[in-house]
């Protein structure tokens, strides 16, 4: 199973402020953890809002574009782990164990289940595109190692 520990923004992070050194040093070390324990698929930050961009869409299915920055930090995001587990209680043990400096209150990260193709039923897709799914995936493999 997967699953996507986000971490939510705040005002210092959509201002661009940089962690303290000390939260580096700790975020590595449980970035380490992961990968020692063989569940780390990702893991990266991201800059604030003003170098983002949405995508809003009319009822009719056309597209704006919007430019960041945005207003509620709270409702953005920071970063993500992707990890790959075998239950949702052990993303959540790891979820529990993310560095988070204090002085934060609120919900400060999500886990969600990242649904894949192999949860899908075996009759939902057609023999067509379930190789093309496959391939896709192995390209994928081949171009992570590479």
């Not at 992961?34 to 170098?51: D, F, I, M, R, T």
């Not at 204090?102 to 190789?131: K, T």
């Amino acid at each position: 199973m997967k699953f996507m520990i986000v971490g939510k923004a705040n005002e210092a992070t959509e201002a661009g402020e940089l962690p303290s050194q000390e939260l580096v040093d700790a975020m590595g070390a449980y970035n380490e953890s992961l990968a020692k324990a063989g569940v780390l698929l990702a893991a990266e930050g991201l800059y604030p809002s003003s170098h983002g961009a949405q995508i809003a869409y009319t009822k009719d299915g056309k597209a704006t574009v919007l430019d960041g920055p945005f207003a509620e930090a709270k409702e953005l995001i920071a970063g993500f782990w992707l990890i790959q587990v075998k239950s949702r209680d052990e993303a959540i043990a790891w979820a529990l164990r993310v560095p988070v400096p204090g002085g934060h209150e609120g919900i400060g990260l999500d886990v969600w289940q990242v649904f894949d193709a192999s949860d899908l039923p075996d009759d939902s897709m057609s023999p067509e595109a379930a190789e093309r799914e496959a391939l896709l995936r192995e390209r994928l493999l081949r171009s992570a190692e590479d």
